[in-house]
Antibody, heavy 117, light 107 residues
C-alpha cells in the first residue's frame, strides 16, 4: 500500500520561502507522476504542479514564477518550494501521486502551512 | 484553464436516498474526469476515475457517468458514512482543475 507523508514547518513568515517534503513509502517513485495540491482553509482544491520520476516538471501558470518541485529518487522523496509567500498562500498542502493525464490516486494526510509574521 | 462547475453546492438528503451530483466542464474533457470524497480534516479520497470507473475498494453504491462536458456522480442508497464534500476534477489538460465542491448534509 503506497503511503505519502508531508513534512515541513507549519509557520512561514511573509516574503519567505515555504518548503515541504513528501516521503513515499510502500511503492516506487517510478514510473509515476507526483503532484502538490493545496486547499486554503474552508475552500476548494488547487493543483500546484507535478514532477515525473525522470525529473520533468509542470506548474500551474498562476504560481509558476514562484514554484519549484524537485525529486530525490534515492530517498523516495519529492519537495515543494514556494517563494515570496503571502497570507494568500496559507493552506493545507497535500502531496499526491498522479499528474499528466492520470488521476490522483494516493494522497498524503496534508500539512497546514500558515503564513504570518 | 478548463473551468469545472458543480451543482448543487449543498445537498441535504436522508440515509437511504438516491442522490446525484452534476459537474460541468467549460470545454470537452472527453472522459478524463475523477470524483473525490473529502471528510473534515482529511485528504480527498478517489472514488471514480475516467468518468465511470470505480476505484478499488469503493462501495458499488457509487457510480459515475458522462462524457464531453457533463458528468454525474450518483450514490444509489446513502449511508451515514457518505455525508462529506465531493469534488470533481478534470485531467484532460496538464493543468488539473477541480470543481468548487458539493457538501452533502444530513436532512
Amino acid at each position: 500500500q503506497v503511503q505519502l507523508q508531508e513534512s515541513g514547518p507549519g509557520l512561514v513568515k511573509p516574503s519567505e520561502t515555504l518548503s515541504l517534503t513528501c516521503t513515499v513509502s510502500g511503492g516506487s517513485v517510478s514510473p509515476y507522476y507526483w503532484s502538490w495540491i493545496r486547499q486554503p482553509p474552508g475552500k476548494g482544491l488547487e493543483w500546484i504542479g507535478y514532477i515525473f520520476y525522470t525529473g520533468s516538471t509542470k506548474y500551474n501558470p498562476s504560481l509558476q514564477s514562484r514554484v519549484t518541485i524537485s525529486l530525490d529518487t534515492s530517498k523516495s522523496q519529492f519537495s515543494l518550494r514556494l517563494s515570496s509567500v503571502t497570507a494568500a498562500d496559507t493552506a493545507v498542502y497535500y502531496c499526491a501521486r498522479g499528474g499528466s493525464y492520470s488521476e490522483i490516486d494516493y494522497w498524503g494526510q496534508g500539512n497546514l502551512v500558515t503564513v504570518s509574521s | 484553464d478548463i473551468q469545472m462547475t458543480q451543482s448543487p453546492s449543498t445537498l441535504s438528503a436522508s440515509v437511504g436516498d438516491r442522490v446525484t451530483i452534476t459537474c460541468r466542464a467549460s470545454q470537452s474533457i472527453s472522459g478524463w474526469l475523477a470524483w473525490y470524497q473529502q471528510k473534515p480534516g482529511k485528504a480527498p479520497k478517489l472514488l471514480i476515475y475516467k468518468a465511470s470507473y470505480l476505484q478499488s475498494g469503493v462501495p458499488s453504491r457509487f457510480s459515475g457517468s458522462g462524457s464531453g462536458t457533463e458528468f454525474t456522480l450518483t450514490i444509489s442508497s446513502l449511508q451515514p458514512d457518505d455525508f462529506a464534500t465531493y469534488y470533481c476534477q478534470q485531467y484532460n489538460s496538464y493543468l488539473y482543475t477541480f470543481g468548487q465542491g458539493t457538501k452533502l448534509e444530513i436532512k
